[in-house]
């Protein structure tokens, strides 16, 4: 659980990169996922409006890393489809990307999200490389 706070954000990262090390995960495996869940946590930060810790969680699951960031905020209502591509217009727009942001960073994106219930986002990034336990 960490303060909605975006001075958390590098000491998240820092924490998520550290697991993944110390499971044998190299940083091309690692960078991409830590951009994901940066994004994620901006958000989270940003949209939920709540001062509610945010909780964010790693694991190991069936050769992939996975993490979770949970708000117990506003929530919002996910637009469909969910990562259609953008207007052109908004490819170059300084707000309203970070789903795609997310998605183009990790393997695989979940939300899980509606007004007054918070929003969770999972983040998978499978890995090139077994890790040999």
Request: proline share 8%; net charge negative; charged share 20%.
């Amino acid at each position: 659980m960490v303060p909605p706070d975006p001075q958390q954000g590098s000491a998240v990262r820092r924490r998520i990169a550290a697991f993944g090390r110390a499971a044998g995960i190299d940083e091309d495996e690692l960078c991409d996922l830590l951009i994901a869940v940066g994004e994620a946590l901006a958000n989270a930060i940003e949209h939920s409006g709540t001062n509610e810790p945010i909780e964010v969680s790693a694991w190991l699951s069936g050769g992939s890393l996975v993490a979770r960031v949970v708000d117990r905020g506003a929530g919002f209502v996910p637009r469909e489809p969910a990562f259609a591509p953008l207007p052109p217009g908004e490819v170059l727009a300084e707000r309203g990307r970070g789903l795609f942001i997310m998605a183009g960073f990790s393997d695989a994106i979940a939300v899980e999200s509606g007004p007054g219930r918070g929003t969770s986002v999972t983040l998978t990034h499978r890995l090139r490389a077994p890790i040999v336990a």
